[in-house]
């Protein structure tokens, strides 16, 4: 290994080697850090159940009391070491009807689906895969055209100099901090959290590389590139480009001028550039050789590899094209397309055909129309067939956005809101208002439910952001008697065997005695109040309970903070009810109390603003606010 760094002459394949060297490393002590921590859970949650088992036999002391919320807080050490970004994302957003939540699912599906032909060979399909996209990043044709042409825009010695100083330590390190730390940088799934510390910037060390170099060439962009350039330069955006093009044809129109307009796109602008010619622009706009030398580098190091149904395909080398996320791209891409506006002083056509043949990029000639303002149609028509494309009429999409036509007027958004109709589920559609926003909300749910859905009360809906969606439902039903209890089956003309409470079998179960009056349900609530440290009081009803929460001497925010923790038992509670009826093994009620505790923490955590820890939420939650 010291060998073969002592001979390669080039900084970055060194450095490359360094991290293949690492990588069974690393490899290894991450496989034994993991085996370590899953026995120490697995001995920690025998040791819990044994607790539990003495507790429910009645035979807990306050040793194995003491030692079991011991136990817990140890589990709730170990859960905090090994959990990421994606699980605070899970319990932001993975168990409701969000976005996030069918991603996770569609991604599943079409991991698994199979369109089309059926081969029974898994080497067939990597090899057609492979062969597929080894061709499409095949080495070019030495033979091309070079674009002999002057570029104004040039740098200058201090700014070749600035780019080409030695990267300070400081730079390192604001490169570093300015990442999310919820991004993976690698295939390896570390985020950049993980690696703030200096021995393992294994995973990310290109993407600190790519940023830095970006970051040095977008100081000096904007002296290069012509100013209609919108995107990826500093104080423009990409929406100037419609705008601009909207007014023009309603100026247009409005004056009554004859003009034409020609509409281009490129095909895999990315994956077509070609590296020599990038580095010829480069050198005409100035840049020095060291710069030249590492976004080379840069570049032909790249290998590529297919993920066929699980498994890697072989790699091949890549020998053109610009990486897509990568933090160099645009800025790269933006010089070579700085070229073509160069080039537009010569005729069209020539300019074309030039810049295909030296920079791979080529008209897409199935999009390229003809748009004739004040034109007559006759005429239009026969441009564009000397041209060799089709004609365009107003309005028309350009970047997404709809341009051409009258936008005042309701008609012209007409295709826009059947084409979100169409994306939009049926439930959801119902729920949003062509005057407003245009984003999906809890809070116009909520609305639309208490004011079209509803009939109306006294009370309005109430809705505790600090708690999952399916939490806040189960409140509302429990607030309406809507829960299928035992008496709510017998009422709807459904025989059953008994309607008494399944918990203690003292009482007909009603949605008030489950939850209020029950003695399981006095005692959880008893231990959560001396956990609050607020006056417990005796509740048998709903109404009650809500008179209660009301008069709190709490702020406002830790009376919905609470209400949350009150929502979270109920849901503890009509869980514990159903695997008592229906579960194989009765539940331990032992488990009850620590499981709202724990619970309620790791959603409200997760989902307010507020920052706060374990500690703070054992002992004093009354002091935190939302």
Not at 584 to 598: E, G, H, L, R
């Amino acid at each position: 290994m010291t060998r073969d760094l002592l001979i390669e002459s080039n900084a970055l394949v060194r450095m490359m080697k360094k991290l293949k060297y690492l990588k069974e490393k690393i490899r290894m002590w991450n496989k034994l850090n993991k085996e370590k921590s899953h026995k120490s859970k697995r001995s920690l949650l025998a040791e819990l159940a044994d607790c539990d088992a003495i507790i429910d036999k009645g035979e807990g002391e306050n040793n194995v009391i003491n030692r079991r919320t011991e136990v817990v807080n140890l589990l709730q050490e170990v859960k905090k070491k090994n959990s990421l970004e994606a699980a605070q994302k899970w319990a932001i957003e993975g168990d409701e009807n969000s976005k996030y939540y069918h991603g996770v699912i569609n991604k599943k599906r079409n991991r698994l689906s199979i369109r089309g032909t059926w081969i029974d060979s898994p080497s067939l399909v990597k090899s057609e895969f492979l062969s597929h996209f080894k061709n499409r990043f095949e080495q070019p044709n030495s033979n091309r055209l070079h674009m002999n042409m002057h570029f104004s825009n040039t740098l200058s010695s201090v700014q070749v100099a600035d780019l080409e100083c030695q990267v300070s330590k400081e730079e390192i390190k604001k490169t570093v901090w300015d990442c999310g730390i919820d991004k993976s940088p690698g295939p390896d799934g570390f985020t950049f959290g993980f690696y703030h510390r200096p021995i393992s910037l294994i995973g990310s060390m290109y993407k600190i590389i790519s940023k830095i170099l970006a970051n040095r060439l977008v100081v000096v962009l904007g002296g290069l590139v012509n100013e209609i350039q919108s995107t990826f330069v500093a104080d423009k955006q990409i929406l100037d480009g419609p705008f601009i093009l909207n007014e023009l044809v309603q100026w247009c129109k409005k004056k009554k001028k004859q003009s034409l307009v020609f509409k281009v796109d490129f095909e895999k602008a990315y994956d077509s550039v070609r590296w020599d010619h990038l580095d010829d622009i480069m050198r005409k706009f100035g840049f020095g050789e060291k710069w030249c030398m590492w976004i080379q580098s840069c570049l032909r190091f790249s290998k590529g590899s297919v993920i066929v149904n699980g498994s890697l395909a072989e790699e091949f080398q890549i020998y053109k094209g610009l990486k897509q996320g990568d933090l160099l791209s645009p800025f790269l891409f933006i010089l070579v397309m700085e070229s073509l506006h160069i080039s537009f002083q010569r005729v069209v056509d020539v300019v074309l055909d030039c810049l295909n043949r030296a920079s791979g990029l080529r008209i897409n000639m199935t999009k390229r129309k003809l748009l004739g303002i004040s034109v007559e149609d006759d005429k239009v028509k026969q441009a564009a067939a000397k041209i060799g494309c089709n004609t365009l009429k107003t309005p028309f999409s350009y970047l997404g956005s709809k341009v051409g036509g009258c936008m005042s007027r309701i008609q012209s958004w007409n295709e826009t809101i059947e084409r979100m109709a169409c994306r939009l589920s049926k439930w959801k559609l119902k729920t949003l208002l062509i005057g407003g926003s245009g984003e999906f909300s809890t809070t116009s749910v909520r609305k639309m439910i208490d004011v079209f859905m509803l009939p109306e009360v006294s009370s309005k809906t109430r809705w505790i952001k600090a708690v999952p969606i399916k939490v806040n439902v189960h409140a509302w039903k429990v607030k309406l008697d809507g829960l299928p209890t035992r008496l709510n089956i017998s009422r709807r003309g459904i025989d059953i065997e008994s309607i008494l409470c399944p918990m203690c079998g003292k009482a007909v179960e009603s949605t008030s005695h489950i939850f209020f009056t029950c003695q399981m349900s006095k005692e959880i609530l008893r231990k959560i109040s001396r956990w609050w440290d607020i006056d417990y009081m005796e509740i048998s009803s709903y109404e009650e309970w809500l008179d209660w929460i009301l008069n709190m001497r709490l702020s406002v925010k830790s009376k919905l903070l609470f209400e949350g923790v009150c929502y979270v038992l109920w849901w503890h509670v009509w869980s514990f009810r159903n695997k008592t009826i229906f579960g194989s093994q009765i539940p331990s009620k032992a488990m009850i109390f620590d499981d709202v505790v724990s619970r309620s923490f790791y959603w409200c955590r997760y989902r307010c603003k507020v920052s706060f820890s374990w500690i703070e939420w054992l002992k004093k939650p009354h002091l935190i606010s939302l």
